[in-house]
């Protein structure tokens, strides 16, 4: 079964610390893909990735395609930070559809 | 490049109405996706579109629901009638083949009283 999971529900921490959610699947995968939504807000692609590591600013993506686990990591974390991080997966090649973990809703304290 | 385009950002309408709403993807995103998301819960997959042809609709309630992409660019959501339980966001994403540039519209969020 094609599932996702991610770690934890529910993170508050203080501004400047460093973040990481966590995210891992029960199968192999074609790619992954970590979003963010803002309350009321839509959803933005962060990153898809397959393999390796992405960083754009702050934020960085890993994937460890053998142990099938992803972590999002924010450095110098700031209020605006603040949303629901959602970690979806391609589980079948060459299909867009999308299976989404449950989300991590981040709060940064200033 | 333009993002994808939602209409509109706000719906009100009391059960048993009928609602529409319009997605415009991002030019040149053959696939188009409508999902539902529940307050509280991740995004559900209602339709997915290959140009203008349908690749998944398991999950969409055909008998009240209805969405096309005549021309395989636009699409329309339909429900009619709606029900309390339909109060959610619909977001509205495309992408290239693979799922290359999956984009996100802003969604609309329909509240039925």
């Known amino acids: 079964k094609n599932e996702v999971e991610q770690s934890p529900q529910n993170l508050t921490a203080q501004e400047g610390e460093f973040i990481t959610i966590n995210c891992s699947y029960s199968v192999g995968i074609s790619a992954l893909h970590w979003l963010q939504q803002h309350p009321g807000g839509g959803i933005v692609s962060l990153f898809m990735?397959?393999?390796g590591k992405k960083k754009h600013g702050r934020l960085i993506a890993t994937i460890n395609i053998q142990e099938k686990h992803s972590s999002l990591h924010i450095t110098a974390s700031h209020p605006r930070d603040s949303a629901v991080y959602i970690c979806?997966?391609?589980?079948?090649?060459?299909?867009?559809?999308?299976?989404f973990g449950t989300g991590t809703r981040l709060t940064i304290i200033p | 490049e333009a993002g994808v385009a939602q209409s509109p950002r706000y719906k009100i309408i009391e059960k048993r109405q009928s609602v529409a709403f319009w997605c415009n993807p991002i030019?040149?995103?053959?696939?188009l996706y409508w999902y539902q998301q529940i307050l509280g819960q991740g995004p559900k997959l209602l339709i997915q579109f290959q140009n203008n042809g349908v690749v998944d609709d398991s999950q969409l309630p055909k008998d009240r629901f209805s969405a096309e992409r005549l021309k395989g660019v636009d699409s329309t959501l339909k429900i009619q009638p709606a029900k309390l339980e339909d109060s959610a966001v619909y977001l509205c994403?495309?992408?290239?083949?693979?799922?290359?540039?999956?984009?996100f519209g802003s969604g609309t969020r329909l509240t039925v009283v």
């Open positions: 990735l397959s393999s």
């Open positions: 979806a997966a391609h589980f079948d090649f060459g299909n867009e559809k999308l299976t």
């Open positions: 994403a495309s992408s290239r083949t693979g799922g290359v540039g999956y984009t």
């Open positions: 030019s040149g995103h053959a696939t």
